[in-house]
Structure formats: C-alpha cells, structure tokens
T-cell receptor, first 113, second 115 residues
Framework: DVKVTQSSRYLVKRTGEKVFLECVQD?????MFWYRQDPGLGLRLIYF???????EKGDIPEGYSVSREKKERFSLILESASTNQTSMYLC????????????FGPGTRLTVT | AQKVTQAQTEISVVEKEDVTLDCVYE???????LFWYKQPPSGELVFLIR??????QNEISGRYSWNFQKSTSSFNFTITASQVVDSAVYFC????????????FGTGTRLTIIP
C-alpha cells in the first residue's frame, strides 16, 4: 500500500515564525502536492512538484514556498506564519503518466496564534 | 477554468436509507478525469473512484454506485443501504487533460448517518 506520512498531526506556531511541514511518500512517486483545506472552500492546491528540485505554483502559493531535494520528501515552508494560514494542510503523491489518483497523508492541522 | 460544484453542504440520513451526493463540473476540455474521495473523521482522504471522460458507463462497487452523465456535466455518487461507517466528508474532483497534474476539488459534502 502507498503510504504518505506527514511530520505532525497538530502544530501550534506563533505569528512570524518560520514553519516547516514535512511530507514523505514510500512509493517512488514522481508527483507530490500540498493542499490546504478550509471549511466551505474544499481543498486548494498550494504547490506541486513533478520531479526532484522541480516545483510549480498551484492556485494559492502566496505566503508559501516548497522544497524537494529528494524524490520521497516534499516540504512546505511558511516563511513568516500569519494567522490566516491557520488551516489543515494535506500532502499527496501520485505516479506520473496517466491521470491516476492521488494518495493523501493524514494532514497537519496548523494553528498560528 | 475548471470548476466542481457540490451544492449539498451537509446531508443526514437514517441508517439503511439510500443517499445520493451530487457533483456538477465545468470544463472546456474534451478529455478529463473525475474522482470521488472520502474523508473520514481521521482526516486522511481515501480514493474511491476515477472515471475518464470517454467512459460514461455507470459503476457499481458493493453499496456504492456512480452515475456519470456528460449531457448534464454530472458525476453523482449513491450509497445504498447506508451505514454509520459511511459518515464522512465526500469530495468530488476534476483533472483536465493528459499531463495536467492539478486536481480541482469541490467544497465537499458532509454526510452523517444516524443510527
């Protein structure tokens, strides 16, 4: 089974802190994704990566950056956390080629105070 | 631009009733894929089904069935004889054309099955 893990289930940070959210997948997938989930808005794509050191902006990249130094790991970085970044963050991965399903991690609920 | 609409924000039914979750999509592409995901209280999205735009056949998997109609741009999901374990948030999603990596999600429908 595909396994996508995220470093924390719950995280509380202060405004202005630099925050790292880590995601690791164990199925050698080329593509990895970061979403945020907010009530009434569904899931919105922040960034995705289709290869090591490659990244593409999603629909809401402002205030975020990402890093993909190894194929299995995709990090989401909040350079200076703000209260409007309080949200559930979901990581996903999938293989390349046809449009296959994405596999999701359990999510990190981030609270910025 | 692509868009997915799940007009039902919350639905509650009594156990063993049938329930249909609606999904309407918008796309200008002729080639696209549609998905349904389930998000139980644990939080992890679970893949349920993928359907490409060239395959309009309905699909049945146990108590779950999906009705894809291109004429109405809908991809509805029916749970027959619902169970408490079906309580979750369900998301419909769309991916346009080959090579496009992005999934566009609807806002989700929270389904509560009352025992």
């Amino acid at each position: 089974d595909v396994k996508v893990t995220q470093s924390s289930r719950y995280l509380v940070k202060r405004t202005g802190e630099k925050v790292f959210l880590e995601c690791v997948q164990d199925m050698d997938h080329e593509n990895m994704f970061w979403y945020r989930q907010d009530p009434g808005l569904g899931l919105r794509l922040i960034y995705f990566s289709y290869d090591v050191k490659m990244k593409e902006k999603g629909d809401i990249p402002e205030g975020y950056s990402v890093s993909r130094e190894k194929k299995e790991r995709f990090s989401l970085i909040l350079e200076s956390a703000s209260t409007n970044q309080t949200s559930m963050y979901l990581c996903a991965s999938r293989t390349s080629g046809d449009i296959y399903e994405q596999y999701f991690g359990p999510g990190t609920r981030l609270t910025v105070t | 631009a692509q868009k997915v609409t799940q007009a039902q924000t919350e639905i509650s039914v009594v156990e063993k009733e049938d329930v249909t979750l609606d999904c309407v999509y918008e796309t200008r592409d002729t080639t696209y894929y549609l998905f349904w995901y389930k998000q139980p209280p644990s939080g992890e999205l679970v893949f349920l089904i993928r359907r490409n735009s060239f395959d309009e056949q309905n699909e049945i998997s146990g108590r779950y069935s999906w009705n894809f109609q291109k004429s109405t741009s809908s991809f509805n999901f029916t749970i027959t004889a619902s169970q408490v374990v079906d309580s979750a948030v369900y998301f419909c999603a769309l991916s346009e054309n080959f090579g496009n990596e992005k999934l566009t999600f609807g806002t989700g429908t929270r389904l509560t099955i009352i025992p």
